[in-house]
Antibody
């Protein structure tokens, strides 16, 4: 069955970077791009960006331009999300999901806590 | 960016009774291919969102038929014909027509 398995939670200092992984299985990796969505405590989800697993084309929400980098490793069917210059308001659960329409299933989520 | 506005913010429901959630977009969600990319999600506390409905009215695999979606253009509705206990949680709409895709603020359904 289709699965997206994310790396574990992280605690970071303000100004640091975080890199979260999303390992896909159960389908042809290059047939679906991967979106990253974050959800701050008590807030609604927010899409950050999307990467094509076919040709590595990326599209980022303007809010994250310059701080966000999405990459893929087709040999391990894994997508990575790196967010730099972390601030306290980046504290959130980060999810990966296939395509941009949120098709099921999503990754289990990775809590990133930014605190001094 | 397209702004998605949901109402109500909170929806007290009675088991066995119907429930309805509204979602409005700041611009038309009809894409150039003729499709309307408006989806609905359900999220329980501590869980990932689960998509229920895609392209306005299509139920995802395994979604009970008590859930239905309707609407067009900028106005959309999710209906639950008879609420069950497992339906509690927060419901979100998502537009995927325009970049970046954007979610509504959520509607909390509670018994």
């Amino acid at each position: 069955q289709v699965q997206l398995v994310q790396s574990g939670g992280e605690v970071k200092r303000p100004g640091a970077s975080v890199k979260v992984s999303c390992k896909a299985s159960g389908y042809t990796f290059t047939s679906h791009g991967i979106s990253w969505v974050r959800q701050a405590p008590g807030q609604g989800p927010e899409l950050m960006g999307w990467i094509s697993t076919f040709n590595d084309y990326t599209n980022y929400a303007q809010k994250f331009q310059g701080r966000l980098t999405l990459t893929t490793n087709t040999s391990t069917n894994t997508v990575y999300m790196e967010l730099r210059s972390l601030r306290s308001d980046d504290t959130a659960v980060y999810y990966c999901a296939r395509d941009t329409d949120g098709r099921n299933p999503w990754g289990q989520g990775t809590l990133v806590t930014v605190s001094s | 960016d397209v702004v998605m506005t949901q109402s109500p913010l909170s929806l007290p429901v009675t088991l066995g009774q119907p429930a309805s959630i509204s979602c409005r977009s700041s611009q038309s969600l009809v894409y150039s291919d003729g499709n309307t990319y408006l989806n609905w999600f359900h999220q329980r506390p501590g869980q990932s969102p689960r998509r229920l409905i895609y392209k306005v009215s299509n139920r995802d695999s395994g979604v009970p038929d008590r859930f239905s979606g309707s609407g067009s253009g900028t106005d959309f509705t999710l209906k639950i014909s008879r609420v069950e206990a497992e339906d509690v949680g927060v419901y979100y709409c998502l537009q995927a027509t325009h970049w970046p895709p954007s979610f509504g603020g959520g509607t909390k359904v509670e018994i």
